[in-house]
């Protein structure tokens, strides 16, 4: 299959390219070429240029048409293997083993054992993988029929392009296909060829009942659905929704309301009732007022109300008679009464009387009135009075009345308070004549011992009840200086004693002083060692000079006068190591202080000029000068003969670690080092060199004369006498160099050595 698509407009379509396509009901079938054919039906398409694995087939049929075919009936399979040419690898249909279960893939449901159309002895799932279905077209055996196949075998793919589409049926039904068409079957609710129609049901009209509806299909149509309710306070009687039925009935009556009723109520024994009803007698709304006679108070609510529950607002009043407060028997009397309605209520009356010895106080009798009141005032009896006692001075008054304060019978007892003695009859009686037994007694305060002030203070007192008597309170201080040992103040007891011992005075101490170190402490005492007066002076050994006052004196507040002085070292100039030196120190009592020390030393190729050894004075001082380190000398050099020298010096001219390069003029040769070095020992690493002159062009010319391969006998004895006086320069140099490197048989470094000098030749 090379490409095919297929579009639709104004209910035409047109197939583009070289794949076969064919029409229920319609005879038109092209093979490899291009056509056109107007329909509206299901249509079958298979891939005439191409075999597909199962997956790809159904790639191809989703990307062109509609899926793999799913066969719907026995007359599609007939007209499926009458149209399509043989292939002898068949064409895959749309169905799949999924999950162990043969399954239409585009629709998704099961096959069906009615619609089976397998073939002899299949499916038989050979090598346990064959998941997919071909159809055999017109095979010699079995033409139509179903064979299981490995999904990944090669066939034509076998499309459909369904007529059925999402718009059709009006959404109502299900669209079927059929050979060369289609027809809807309608859900419930729905008629008409599209499932246009919906079933109309009869129009609802409710009375005396909220109704609240939803249509979905159009009003008091097929799934319209209405809910009722009754007010509050009314019973609904029916169902509480009603839905419109595919069978254009309602799914059930339509429902009523009626008042909910409340128990019939009565009118309260002395009492009345008085109703109005709005909806019937006794129910939903019913009002009832209640009221009693005069004398009768009514108990509970004064009206009831018939709820939407049934039930009344409230419980059931009833009427009571008017209550009075109870009466009591007054004391030291009697009460006798008489109840009409109940003890103590409306008309109740009482007597009054009192027994001998007391009088009535108030009416003899009172009654109980229709506002729940006693005519007249409350009835008593009252004892006969005694004048009214009071507590003697610092005592107090205990009494015990029978029949009311400071009356008959009423006992007193007299005492004082703790530290006084009662003077006069401990307890009177009130008597019935009306007077006291005895006279009023009185109260003493007791004596305690004079005091006096201690030595070093004072004595400051308060008397409440005379000198020195019980309350009287001493106090005690002492002069500047001193502390109060004992207590500050001494009461005078109810025993007649004074709180506390006897108090004195003594000097305030001050923390104990110690003398600084290197130093001495010397103190006077007035009032003891270290208190209050005392006077140390403070001093300090040779070499330490005293930081802090010189003396300190104890005051009344317990501390000395000034900060605790201090014993310093005399400090010297701070020492610092000399140039080319080092500088170490030992300090006794602090950097550079009185008995400090401290040793010089020069680094190597320099030496220590001045003392090694400094020591701090108690003045202050060090012993001698700050000493300098001075550069090792090496002996003056001078330029060779014939020859120059060029020095560099660090310390100084010809000193530690100075350099100096020896050269010799043109035509001399420099016999030894080139450069000497000043050592820390004050010598030259070698010894100065000197210049001498170069033979080298002499013994060329030698060399040149004597070179022929043929000389005459006077050229043989002339030769002779220049070999010979070579010889004798060469001795003479020989004598210069061991002059100049004496050393240089033994090994030790000189200006040249051996090897060196003879190159030098």
Known sequence: MGTAAGLRSAGRTWALGSCGIFYLGIAAIAWGAVTWVEVGAWTYHYSDRGDYAWEQARNYCQTFFTDLVAIQNKQEIEYLNRSLPFHKRYYWIGIRKLHGTWTWVGTRKALTKEAENWAAREPNNRRSNQDCVEIYIKRPQESGKWNDESCN??????????????????QRGECVETIGSYRCECYPGFHGPECENVVQCAKLEPRGVHMNCSHPYGDFSYNSTCVFRCQEGFEQRGADTLRCLPSQQWSADTPTCTAISCPVLSAPD???????????D??????????????????????????????WTGDSPHCEAVACPVLSVPDQGELNCSHLHGDFTFGSRCAFSCQTGFALMGPESRECTATGTWTGDTARCKAISCPVLSAPDQGELNCSHLHG????????????????VLMGPESRKCTATGTWTGDNPRCKAITCPVLSAPDQG????????????????????????????????????????????NPRCKAITCPVLSAPDQGELNCSH??????FGSTCAFSCQTGFVLMGPETRECTATGRWTGDAPRCKATA???????????????????NFAFGSTCDFSCQTGFVLMGLESHECTAMGTWTGDTPQCKAISCPVLDPPSRGQLSCSHVHGNFTYNSTCTFSCEKGFLRMGAEM????????????????????????????????????????IVLSGMLIALLAKRLSNREEKKKLLNPTSDLGSPGIFTNAAYDANL
């Open 458 to 501: 004072e004595l400051n007192c308060s008397h409440l009840h005379g000198d020195f008597t019980f309350g009287s309170t001493c106090a005690f201080s002492c002069q500047t200086g001193f502390v109060l040992m004992g207590p500050e103040s001494r009461k005078c007891t109810a025993t007649g004693t004074w709180t506390g011992d």
């Open 405 to 420: 304060d400071f009356t008959f019978g009423s006992t007193c007892a007299f005492s004082c308070q703790t530290g006084f």
């Open 282 to 311: 006794f129910t939903f709304g019913s009002k009832c007022a209640f009221s009693c006679q005069t004398g009768f108070a009514l108990t509970g609510p004064e009206s009831r109300e018939c709820t939407a529950t049934g039930t």
């Open 153 to 170: 075998q090669k066939k034509k793919a076998l499309c459909y392009r369904a007529s059925c589409q999402p718009f059709q049926c009006s």
């Open 270 to 280: 002395q009492g009345e009732l008085n109703c109005s009803h709005l909806y019937g």
């Open 676 to 715: 000497l070095w000043c050592e820390a020992t004050g010598n030259w690493t070698r010894h100065a060199p000197v210049c001498e002159e170069d033979g080298a062009p002499f013994l060329k010319q030698v060399l040149a004369y004597s070179s022929g391969t043929a000389l005459a006998l006077a050229g």
């Open 526 to 531: 007035l009032h003891g060692d270290f208190t």
């Open 572 to 590: 010297c100039p701070m020492l610092s190591a000399p140039s080319w030196g080092e500088l170490n120190c030992s300090h006794l009592h602090g």
